[in-house]
């Protein structure tokens, strides 16, 4: 073959290799500068998108709602201690007095799911005894010396029959049962009334809503955001006589304590869209 032929052929194929390289290099900046094109034009978009969320105009206006509830439970918090000189004879002596105090409370129609065991515990009592006479200050003691163990259980009672309860807590004085407290007076199902309480703040909050946009002439919109805030509930007392914490005579009556009523408070945000 012609050398001639045979260099313009090398030329002419290196010549085409190289367009082709050039060429896909070409349509790979196309194809970069197509998606980052369209990352740019998106994230446009979502900033406008997110402007326009940031600028919508809204009402926020408040509610409460307020329920008053005669309490229906009392509450006895009973808490029992023996001692003794091993744990045996402790817990032995707790579980008597555990047993004494079950059986009362059945014979006052308390119910089982009413009785609830709170804390129980057994502890070794210490004694720590100073040296008769020492050389420094302070002076140093010995090591401790268990004197003895002290058995305890605390026991929750619910009393459905509220005014009963202070009867209930001296029958309870006269089996010797001395550490009581209570009663106190809470409404069982607080749920229920909370929800009503809610209730009204959301229909108090409605009405300042609508009087509002009325005002300013707008049209209210979607809710954009709830939010609420309980208060609680606390007892109002009738006013009457109120009795100490002191222990009852087990001979005196039993006065019946005034149960009063709890009120539950609700406390609402509510946020309007505007049309």
Do not use: W
């Amino acid at each position: 073959m012609d050398p001639l032929n045979l260099c313009y052929n090398d030329l002419m194929e290196t010549f085409l290799q190289d367009k082709k390289i050039k060429f896909s290099l070409f349509l790979l900046i196309i194809i970069i500068g197509l998606f980052t094109l369209a990352s740019f034009v998106n994230e446009v978009k979502k900033g406008e998108n997110e402007g326009t969320n940031s600028q919508t105009n809204t009402i926020t206006v408040s509610g409460t709602g307020e329920v008053l509830a005669v309490s229906d439970i009392a509450s006895l918090y009973i808490n029992l201690n023996k001692e003794g000189k091993t744990t045996k004879e402790a817990q032995d002596l707790l579980n008597v007095e555990i047993t004494n105090t079950l059986k009362y409370l059945k014979d006052q129609k308390i119910a089982d799911k009413d009785i609830k065991s709170e804390y129980g515990g057994l502890n070794p009592k210490y004694s720590y005894e100073q040296q008769i006479a020492c050389l420094s200050y302070p002076c140093p003691t010995r090591d401790p010396k268990i004197t003895g163990y002290t058995a305890t259980q605390s026991i929750t009672v619910k009393v459905r029959a509220v005014d009963s309860a202070s009867d209930i807590r001296t029958g309870l004085a006269a089996i010797g049962v001395t550490d009581i407290s209570g009663p106190t007076f809470s409404i069982d199902n607080e749920d229920t009334v909370k929800d009503a309480a809610r209730s009204l703040a959301i229909t108090n909050a409605k009405e300042k809503a609508k009087v509002l946009a009325k005002e300013l002439g707008v049209k209210l919109g979607h809710v954009v955001s709830f939010s609420e805030n309980s208060g609680g509930g606390y007892p109002m007392y009738a006013a009457k006589e109120m009795m100490s914490n002191q222990a009852l005579d087990s001979r005196a009556p039993a006065p019946v304590l005034p149960k009063g009523e709890n009120k539950i408070t609700s406390n609402v945000n509510i946020v309007y869209e505007i049309k």
